[in-house]
């Protein structure tokens, strides 16, 4: 019987973490392939948990076990009608905001397998409990089971399924599956409901605890219920946050979010497992340190390399999250109030959820989340035993005047260094003020208190941005960089830079310097006598290409984030767009759904470029993509690739495009910044392809310009199958 139910939970759990990856991936192209995707999924998943605990929970209230699982042998018949599981249009009116589209679409297209899924955790548990097996007293070691299950699912999906099946063969293989762990839960419903009857002939005295309702547990405080919601919420929160912080701010990694995501499972496998390897008193005593560390780094104060950074911060993140699910395990409460436990917890982890999905983006226009939701982390810490009388007082006054006095003197600190031009200084005192923070680490709210005063004066002071804003395509910055540029960043990838200055927006510069590929190519097909009157660009970024236009040339931009567009138009922050001597059309929306808006035979030239940070967006690098692309080509047209990219080769599935299509190719990559004024340009790595060769004789003849055939392997992507995993710069 523990087989039977253990081994349920763990193909329901792993099922639900193969679907998460499988399904968010599958609707990429329906938003650009921004990871925000991936964040707004984990909201729809964790409010589908909240669903599933909740019907759990209300339905064995009302129905009693036995009486319960015979309703959910019919709930789980009824789900069978939903596969296979396929995306599905709710024909949403243009201008949904993206977030609550993806929550609308995974809906519809998974959710009610999802919810079922879900349920299983909990409604087992508490089966379970009632089955005078004699481990049945304290059945929560099942929820291991389930993180267990969850885990092996997470790691699965991008290690052995997105590499060998197709996005069809994916949903396909997965209905099947999820068939299987119907039957086995239909088993767990036939063991239930036998057992419920042997009781009333053997032991009428329990027929009501099986058949009726159950017996209600001991009046639980609200109070304590809070306390499992916000102890449920830090970690949920972290881990989006710390994901978004790593691919934001510290390296634009593709699979990152694996790694927090399965430390997060892992905290409750170990939590709940009885075998604790940190408890929430060890892990208490063990945050402090590494958060002084976090912060250090957070501003870069401390200078260690990305790798090094990732781990700290992946290190912060599981310790938090032992705190928080130890003490959760600590507080559960008997199996009579097992379903309403989970369902308050999914509360909490729904919120968590919401706060970094809908509220963050709204609200912060950098990623301060994170840092945030690491204050509330330490304040849960277990703290010393209470003093007596005047001395309790006399502590918690200060627990209040400590954090407030480094407030005040770091603030104070800050303005006469910034006065005196002393930037070091002021890193040395920020840096100083972190490490003073351990001297008061015994107490939980002074030091979390002086922990959120060190974050809160950096980072009023210690912005030099001109412009920040915040959409659900990601963070948008624009800076001075102290050498006569402004730089248009997201997160730390460049998409743009301009010399400050009357005509700064007729130079382009960065990877579009006319000394680099881009330029070289635009000379060359000039030069060739090919027409490149009429240019399509997929990604805006600053406007640089604009600089290209010649009087009565026609250039247009496809762009997917407003924000960018509103950048590229602010002639105060770039003015490659009003400089040009030819008109500039900027289109909102996916670059791929756009131009097949456009008529064919359209364009000269089409430059892909929006694949230089880890949020690639497969969709415009598949098979059909170019063939799309080669459609709305003019004879003798070309298509310019910008594949610069440090964590995959993305020179490969082009190589791979090109080859099934019959494209001739070259590739450049350009590492000499010598012939560029200091600041002026960016070491990049392009790709030019037509369907005729003639089309690149202009730089065949070039020496720095190399067969795209003979580069190396080719890896072909298609709408129906693309692995970010094989291409990684391991």
């Known amino acids: 019987m523990v087989a039977l139910f253990g081994v ?36 729809f998943f964790q409010g589908a948990l909240l669903v599933g605990y909740g019907y759990a929970h209300l339905a064995l209230s009302r129905l009693g076990v036995r009486r319960q699982a015979m309703l959910h042998a019919v709930v789980i ?3 069978l009608l939903l596969l296979p599981i396929a995306l599905r249009d709710p024909g949403l009116p243009a201008g949904s905001p993206p977030a609550i589209s993806v929550i609308v679409i995974l809906t519809l297209s998974v959710g009610g397998p999802y919810i079922v899924m879900s349920a299983t955790s909990p409604l087992l548990q508490r089966w379970f409990s009632t089955t005078g097996h004699q481990s049945a007293r304290d ?31 994916q949903a396909g293989s997965w209905s099947l599956g999820y068939v299987a762990f119907a039957l086995a839960l239909l088993a767990c419903v036939a063991v239930v409901v036998a057992r419920g009857r042997s009781s009333r002939t053997s032991a009428p005295s329990d027929t009501a605890a099986q058949a009726g309702p159950s017996v209600p547990p001991a009046a639980i405080p609200w109070r304590r219920r809070a306390g499992w919601i916000g102890l449920a919420f830090i970690p949920a929160s972290l881990l989006l946050g710390v994901t978004s912080h790593i691919q934001t701010d510290i390296a634009a990694v593709p699979l990152l979010w694996v790694v927090p995501l399965a430390l997060y499972l892992v905290t409750f496998v170990l939590a709940f497992s009885g075998r604790r390897v940190l408890s929430p008193a060890a892990a208490g005593r063990l945050l402090p340190w590494l958060l002084v560390l976090v912060v250090l780094t957070y501003f870069r104060i401390l200078p260690i390399s990305p790798w090094i950074t990732i781990v700290l911060h992946d290190a912060a993140f599981f310790v938090a999250a032992m705190l928080a699910h130890g003490r959760l395990a600590d507080d559960r409460p008997e199996p009579g109030g097992l379903t309403e436990f989970y369902l308050l917890m999914a509360v909490g982890g729904a919120l968590g959820g919401a706060f970094n999905a809908l509220v963050a983006p709204a609200v912060f226009d950098q990623v301060l989340e994170y840092p945030i939701v690491l204050v509330l982390a330490l304040l849960v810490r277990p703290g010393p035993p209470r003093a007596v009388g005047p001395l309790e007082r006399r502590a918690r006054l200060l627990d209040l005047l400590v954090p407030l006095g480094y407030f005040v003197g770091l603030t104070a600190g800050f303005l006469v260094l910034a006065v005196s031009g002393a930037g070091v200084a002021v890193s040395g005192l920020a840096a100083a003020l972190t490490v003073a923070t351990l001297f008061v680490m015994r107490r939980p709210v002074r030091f979390a208190l002086a922990i959120a005063a060190v974050l809160a004066v950096t980072l009023m002071t210690g912005s030099q941005g001109l412009f920040a804003d915040r959409t659900f395509f990601g963070v948008s910055r624009v800076i001075d960089d102290g050498q006569g540029h402004h730089v248009l960043l997201s997160g730390l990838t460049v998409h743009g830079i301009e010399r400050v200055g009357a005509g700064g927006g007729a130079q382009p510069m960065s990877y579009y310097h006319p000394t680099g590929p881009a330029g070289q190519a635009f000379a060359a097909l000039r030069a060739g006598g090919h027409s490149v009157d009429a240019v ?13 236009a010649r009087p009565a040339d026609r250039f247009t931009f496809y762009e997917i984030d407003p924000v960018v567009i509103r950048i590229a138009h602010d002639p105060t922050l770039f003015t490659f767009l009003s400089d040009a001597r030819s008109p500039v059309r900027v289109i909102e929306g996916d670059g791929r759904l756009r131009i097949a ?9 089409i430059v892909l470029d929006a694949f230089s940070s880890d949020a690639v967006p497969a969709h415009l690098l598949t098979r059909e993509a170019f063939s799309l692309y080669l459609s709305k080509l003019r004879p003798g047209g070309a298509i310019l690739v910008h594949v610069t990219n440090t964590y995959l080769d993305l020179r490969s599935v082009v190589r791979g495009a090109a ?7 070259l590739a450049m990559e350009d590492r000499d910044l010598s012939n560029a004024g200091p600041g002026d340009k960016e070491a990049s790595d392009w790709a030019l392809l037509a369907p005729q060769v003639a089309t690149l004789t202009g730089l065949a003849a070039d020496p720095l310009w190399r067969l795209l055939a003979d580069g190396g ?17 391991w």
């Open 77 to 79: 018949a009824t789900s």
């Open 713 to 729: 392997p080719s890896v072909l992507w298609t709408d129906d199958f693309s692995d970010l995993l094989g291409v990684i710069r």
């Open 659 to 665: 080859g099934a299509l019959g494209l001739a190719g």
């Open 597 to 605: 808006e456009a008529p064919d035979a359209s364009y000269d030239l």
């Open 8 to 43: 349920t939970i763990l193909i329901s759990s792993g099922l639900m973490f193969i679907v998460e990856p499988m399904i968010a991936k599958a609707m990429l192209p329906r938003f650009g392939g921004t990871p925000q995707v991936w964040t707004a999924a984990m909201l």
């Open 536 to 548: 399509a660009a997929i990604g805006l970024g600053a406007g640089s290409l604009a600089a290209y």
């Open 139 to 169: 059945p929560y070691f099942l929820y291991a089971a389930s993180n267990a299950g969850s885990l092996l699912g997470l790691l699965a999906y991008p290690f052995l399924v997105e590499p060998r099946l197709a996005v069809g063969e």
